[in-house]
C-alpha cells in the first residue's frame, strides 16, 4: 500500500518567508509525528497528534513554528518568518496505534534551504 | 530523559565482513530500542525493533540486535556485508508503555562497505 507521503520534496525560500509543509500519512494511522533533521545528525522531535489532537509539542523550536491536523488525517507544519537555522529536512512518521512500541513509518521529507 | 549515543559517526568494512553499529542508551527503566536505515535522500526505514520480548531480535536484510539490559546496549550486527548496506545508520529509543512516544534518536553511524 501506499507509504507516508510529503510535499513539496524540496522549498527555497527567503529569510523571512513564510513556508507550510504537507504531511499524508498512511491511511487509518492514528499517530503523526514531526522531526527536524539537521545535516549530519539524527532526527529531533517537533510535535505529535493523536487523530486530530496535538498531545505535545514541546520539540517545537519557537512561536514561529505551527503544526496542524484539523480532520485527523493530513498535517502541515508552517513555518512563519523562516530563519537560515531553520534549513533542514523535515520528517513525518505515522504509526497504526497509540502506543510507545509501534513502529513509525516515514515519509522521504521535505528539505528545506532558507537563504 | 532518555538518551541514546551511538559510538563510531563512520565505520567501513570490506564486503563480506562482519558489520557491528555500537549503541547505548540511557533510561530510567528499559525502553523501547529501534534500528533504522537511511538511503540518501530517502526516509528512515525500519530494521528492527526491541520491545521486551526475545532478548535477540532479527530485522530485515539479515541484521539482528541483542538487548544487553547489564550492559544498556543495543548493538547492530550483520555476519556479512554487502555493497547494498551502505547507508546511514540510526539507533533509537522511545517508552516505555505509557510514557514518550516519540523516537529519540542518536547522530547516526555512516557505514561505508569496501569492495
Known amino acids: 500500500g501506499a507509504g507516508v507521503s510529503q510535499s513539496p520534496r524540496y522549498k527555497v525560500a527567503k529569510r523571512g518567508q513564510d513556508v507550510a509543509l504537507r504531511c499524508d500519512p498512511i491511511s487509518g494511522h492514528v499517530s503523526l509525528f514531526w522531526y527536524q533533521q539537521a545535516l549530519g545528525q539524527g532526527p529531533e522531535f517537533l510535535t505529535y497528534f493523536q487523530n486530530e489532537a496535538q498531545l505535545d509539542k514541546s520539540g517545537l523550536p519557537s512561536d514561529r513554528f505551527f503544526a496542524e491536523r484539523p480532520e485527523g488525517s493530513v498535517s502541515t507544519l508552517k513555518i512563519q518568518r523562516t530563519q537560515q537555522e531553520d534549513s533542514a529536512v523535515y520528517l513525518c512518521?505515522?504509526?497504526?496505534?497509540?502506543?510507545?512500541?509501534?513502529?513509525?513509518?516515514f515519509g522521504p521529507g521535505t528539505r528545506l534551504l532558507v537563504l | 530523559a532518555q538518551s541514546v549515543t551511538q559510538l563510531g559517526s563512520h565505520v567501513s568494512v570490506s564486503e563480506g565482513a562482519l558489520v557491528l553499529l555500537r549503541c547505548n542508551y540511557s533510561?530510567?527503566?528499559?525502553?523501547?530500542l529501534f534500528w533504522y536505515v537511511q538511503y540518501p535522500n530517502q526516509g528512515l526505514q525500519l530494521l528492527l525493533k526491541?520491545?521486551?520480548?526475545?532478548?535477540l531480535v532479527k530485522g530485515i536484510n539479515g541484521f539482528e540486535a541483542e538487548f544487553k539490559k547489564s550492559e544498556t546496549s543495543f548493538h547492530l550486527t550483520k555476519p556479512s556485508a554487502h555493497m547494498s548496506d551502505a547507508a546511514e545508520y540510526f539507533c533509537a529509543v522511545s517508552g516505555p508503555s505509557g510514557s514518550a512516544r516519540q523516537l529519540t534518536f542518536g547522530s547516526g553511524t555512516q557505514l561505508t562497505v569496501l569492495p
Open positions: 533510561s530510567s527503566v528499559p525502553p523501547y
Open positions: 526491541y520491545t521486551s520480548a526475545a532478548t
Open positions: 512518521a505515522s504509526s497504526l496505534m497509540t502506543g510507545s512500541q509501534e513502529t513509525q513509518y
